[in-house]
């Protein structure tokens, strides 16, 4: 009841903010809550850390990118295009990536995502360090036109909240609980005769098929797709946003990534803007060293401690 | 008392002022420059902070209003990335009111920013990228391509090289858009002058490591290694070249080299190599004193693109104080249709497709014995008249 009153008044302010705040940083915004919630499905509710998520991010963007450009298809089937593409390629890396665990399943995804970076960087049809340039963001149902930016928000919005549901409706199901329990407690979960790898397989395709449709819906906000979508420092944008807010929590990468957009924003304008690598270095340092479970982690206990 | 004849004598100027201005208009009451660089990467030394030092004198030396409004002027480091760049350009545009764009180096990044640009009819001022997309396959009514292009570079550098008789080229290339359009301008350039090109290799924009290019180079048969990459790329490739004995065996051409990268490198490497620039310090009267203004400012000579950044904000302010608006296509017509005329625009006319052309110059990178001080580095050969180093107006990018 109470997490209900608070998405309601989430909801009410994400309906009104485009009207206080750029729209276009909103939707950025929005569009890395979803993949940072889509990795936090991952890495706080199944134990597993990806350190090549953002593969599935870029794959989604070009994979968009092109065909909106090239077959003329409508935004919402390109979008569409790109989250099959992105779950295909989680498919394909989830199986060989599962088997292993802790760092080893890190290096492995790392490895993966290098492979298809190289792809991405030499292929022809993602135009090397260009990326796609000028993608229309085209009518929605053929009528909404999407290159006005409040609609555009309000379409961002909505896929926002449809990745948002299905993640909050995984976690909170059955399928769910045993994710958990794989996360506690791996050898009991497979005792009690789960096949754990399995499991672990399909929340990593559901994870990339979220992520792909973040980084397709950027795609179409920026117009662009581009190799820093594809580059490991996506990979580790996204873990720092997910530490950063709260790891294993529902709100935690939403805010996690509002915080980081809102500052690279903020210091990319200023004189600072030489540092923002180093600032946000030492965040990370801080919040691993100080608040271990991010900001909505640490709210989450004061809340505990004292009103209940 | 004072204060009132000093409130009295502000307010007579403002009616004087708006009087003489009735008829002109200022989205949001300002003039808003948006320089747009590589702030801290491979290209920071060619435009970066010096572009915005130049932006700020060509708005001082104009007087720092325009029909009686301020000028204002923003800044920020694109990180030689497409994506980074055109979300910058597209908040000041949608977000700060900014009415103009320059700098703009890495082609990549002006290629996005050119996008959002035209689509939000804004006019970009185009001083440092070479690619000559921008004023032929996307080409648009609102970009300006100032100081030069790859163009201008394949004609002025390769040209007089293959007509010397050196005919069998192997390019190393920076693998984006600049690195491609040079490669293949210098290509057309050196077959139709009877010459081929044997082999060429790709190398990502801030590679340090060029050994593995070298050899493949070395290995090529090549009487020629034309360097199509620029900044530290290409002051990385020309020390790699020099350490395995490249620059010994066969000629190694710089297609672009910019002035703070050829002081970079030891004379002993780099003396005697012939290039091509829009600009040098050192020409005449004119820009030796612009020049020792904006050193003492800046701390170095300055490169082509910062010469090229002021001429071509001097030039769209004077357009905006003629139209009497800062309204894009009005001002877009007066820089067309007058001349740029300062100690960079030289014989100098912006065409109706965006192309500045402007006398160009060969020169020669100085040995150390000719040096006179540590900003000698360049002496120059021969002017390129414009109309010979640019390629001519395409019919589908002729914006009247």
Same mark, same amino acid.
Not at chain 1, 140 to 151: P, T
């Given at each position: 009841m109470k997490i209900s009153k608070l998405s309601i008044v989430l909801l009410g302010v994400a309906l009104v903010a485009p009207f206080v705040m750029y729209p276009v940083l909103l939707m950025k915004i929005l569009c890395f809550a979803l993949f940072a919630s889509a990795f936090n499905l991952l890495l706080g509710f199944v134990g597993l850390l990806s350190f090549g998520h953002a593969i599935f991010l870029g794959t989604g963007g070009y994979v968009t990118g092109y065909l909106v450009m090239n077959s003329g298809l409508s935004p919402l089937l390109g979008i569409l295009a790109g989250t099959a593409a992105a779950a295909a390629l989680g498919a394909v890396y989830g199986k060989l990536s599962v088997k292993r665990e802790g760092i080893y399943f890190a290096m492995v995804t790392l490895a993966l995502a290098q492979l298809m970076f190289f792809?991405?960087?030499?292929?022809?049809?993602?135009?090397?360090?260009?990326?796609?340039?000028?993608?229309?963001?085209?009518?929605?149902?053929?009528?909404?036109?999407?290159?006005?930016?409040?609609?555009?928000?309000?379409?961002? @919005?909505?896929?926002?909240?449809?990745?948002?549901?299905?993640?909050?409706?995984?976690?909170?199901?059955?399928?769910?609980?045993?994710? %958990?329990?794989?996360?506690?407690?791996?050898?009991?979960?497979?005792? @009690?005769?789960?096949?754990?790898?399995?499991? %672990?397989?399909?929340? +990593?395709?559901?994870?990339?098929?979220?992520?792909g449709l973040a980084g397709s819906t950027k795609t179409l906000v920026f117009q662009l797709a581009s190799l820093t979508d594809v580059h490991w420092h996506m990979s580790g944008e996204v873990v720092l946003?997910?530490?950063?807010?709260?790891?294993?929590?529902?709100?935690?990468?939403?805010?996690?990534?509002?915080?980081?957009?809102?500052?690279?924003? +903020?210091?990319?304008?200023?004189?600072?803007?030489?540092? !923002?690598?180093?600032?946000?270095?030492?965040? +990370?340092?801080?919040?691993?060293?100080?608040?271990?479970?991010?900001? !909505?982690?640490?709210?989450? %206990?004061?809340? %505990?401690?004292?009103?209940? | 008392m004072k204060l009132m004849t000093k409130t009295l004598l502000s307010a007579a100027m403002a009616v004087a002022l708006t009087s003489t201005a009735a008829h002109a208009s200022l989205s949001d009451d300002k003039v808003k420059i948006g320089v747009l660089a590589d702030m801290g990467g491979v290209y920071a030394d060619i435009c970066g902070k010096g572009c915005v030092t130049a932006v700020e004198m060509a708005v001082e030396d104009f007087g720092g209003t325009v029909l009686g409004k301020p000028i204002e002027i923003v800044s920020a480091d694109d990180q030689n990335k497409p994506d980074v760049g055109s979300a910058i350009v597209r908040k000041w545009i949608e977000n700060e009111q900014v009415d103009v764009i320059t700098g703009l180096v890495a082609s990549?990044?002006?290629?996005?920013?050119? $996008?959002?640009?035209?689509?939000?009819?804004?006019?970009?001022?185009?001083?440092?990228? =070479? *690619?000559?997309?921008?004023?032929?396959? $996307?080409?648009?009514?609102?970009?300006?391509?100032?100081?030069?292009?790859?163009?201008?570079?394949?004609?002025?550098?390769?040209?007089?090289?293959?007509q010397s008789g050196k005919k069998k080229w192997f390019f190393i290339t920076?693998?984006?858009?600049?690195?491609?359009?040079?490669?293949?301008?210098?290509t057309k350039v050196i077959e139709s002058e009877g010459g081929e090109v044997v082999g060429a290799v790709r190398a990502p924009l801030g590679t340090t490591d060029f050994s593995s290019y070298i050899l493949q180079a070395q290995a090529s048969g090549a009487e020629v290694v034309?360097?199509?990459? =620029?900044? =530290?790329?290409?002051?990385?490739?020309?020390?790699?070249?020099?350490?395995?004995?490249?620059?010994e065996m066969m000629d190694v051409a710089g297609l672009l080299v910019f002035t703070p990268n050829a002081q970079a490198l030891d004379p002993a490497i780099a003396g005697g190599m012939l290039t091509t620039?829009?600009?040098?310090?050192?020409?005449?009267?004119? *820009?030796?004193?612009? *020049?020792?203004?904006?050193?003492?400012?800046?701390?170095?000579?300055?490169?082509?693109?910062?010469?090229?950044?002021?001429?071509?904000?001097?030039?769209?302010?004077?357009?905006?104080?003629?139209?009497?608006?800062?309204? *894009?296509?009005?001002?877009?017509?007066?820089?067309?249709?007058?001349?740029?005329?300062?100690f960079f625009a030289k014989n100098a006319t912006l065409r109706a497709d965006g192309r500045m052309v402007h006398d160009m110059y060969l020169v020669k990178i100085t040995k150390a014995s000719e040096r006179k001080s540590a900003d000698d580095i360049f002496a120059i050969q021969s002017v390129i008249p414009g109309d010979q180093a640019f390629a001519p107006m395409l019919p589908e990018c002729d914006f009247k």
């Open positions: 792809v991405f960087l030499q292929a022809p049809f993602t135009g090397g360090e260009n990326g796609l340039q000028g993608i229309p963001r085209g009518f929605l149902f053929g009528f909404i036109d999407l290159s006005d930016n409040l609609n555009m928000y309000y379409f961002v @919005l909505a896929i926002f909240l449809f990745g948002f549901w299905v993640i909050n409706r995984t976690i909170h199901s059955p399928f769910g609980q045993v994710l %958990k329990a794989i996360r506690e407690n791996e050898p009991r979960a497979t005792s @009690l005769g789960y096949n754990v790898n399995d499991y %672990k397989w399909a929340a +990593f395709v559901i994870s990339a098929a979220l992520s946003m997910t530490l950063v807010g709260g790891m294993g929590t529902i709100f935690g990468p939403l805010v996690g990534a509002a915080a980081i957009v809102g500052l690279q924003n +903020f210091l990319s304008g200023g004189e600072l803007g030489n540092y !923002v690598h180093i600032i946000m270095g030492l965040i +990370f340092i801080v919040c691993v060293l100080a608040f271990r479970s991010g900001i !909505v982690g640490e709210i989450q %206990k004061i809340v %505990k401690r004292n009103f209940s | 990549s990044v002006t290629g996005a920013v050119t $996008q959002v640009t035209t689509d939000a009819k804004k006019i970009a001022l185009i001083a440092a990228s =070479a *690619s000559n997309a921008f004023t032929t396959k $996307q080409c648009s009514p609102y970009n300006a391509h100032w100081t030069y292009n790859v163009v201008a570079l394949a004609n002025g550098t390769v040209k007089p090289i293959v920076a693998d984006y858009a600049f690195g491609h359009a040079l490669e293949g301008i210098a034309g360097l199509a990459n =620029a900044g =530290a790329d290409f002051v990385n490739s020309l020390k790699t070249a020099a350490e395995f004995g490249l620059t620039t829009g600009f040098y310090w050192d020409r005449d009267e004119e *820009s030796r004193e612009w *020049s020792a203004r904006f050193k003492a400012r800046h701390g170095a000579i300055p490169a082509m693109p910062h010469a090229g950044a002021y001429s071509a904000t001097m030039h769209y302010l004077n357009a905006v104080k003629a139209a009497g608006t800062d309204e *894009s296509d009005a001002v877009m017509k007066i820089m067309k249709s007058t001349k740029p005329d300062d």
